[in-house]
């Protein structure tokens, strides 16, 4: 899972969002709690400009783990 989600996060780098998508999809279909996975999707979603769907995942996210600081900060930031 942690290889996919590195290829995910190459692939944001480069550009090619539809590929990172791929990646971290596949992560989650193996593993749907998998924070770092979560945590490039909303990313990704927000380079999309996806913001509900951010969201959606970091709320995800908190629900299993409240203590992610990183997806705390970032959903405070998406609520202002």
Do not use: C, D, W
């Not at 780098?13 to 979560?38: F, I, K, M, S, V």
Request: a positive charge; charged letters at 20%.
């Amino acid at each position: 899972m942690s290889a996919l989600t590195n290829l995910g996060f190459i692939e944001v780098n480069t550009g090619n969002l539809q590929q990172a998508e791929q990646y971290y999809r596949q992560a989650l279909r193996q593993n749907p709690g998998y924070e770092q996975a979560l945590m490039n999707m909303a990313g990704l979603r927000l380079l999309q400009r996806n913001t509900a769907e951010a969201k959606k995942l970091l709320t995800q996210l908190l629900a299993q783990n409240p203590h992610n600081k990183e997806a705390k900060l970032l959903m405070q930031q998406l609520i202002k």
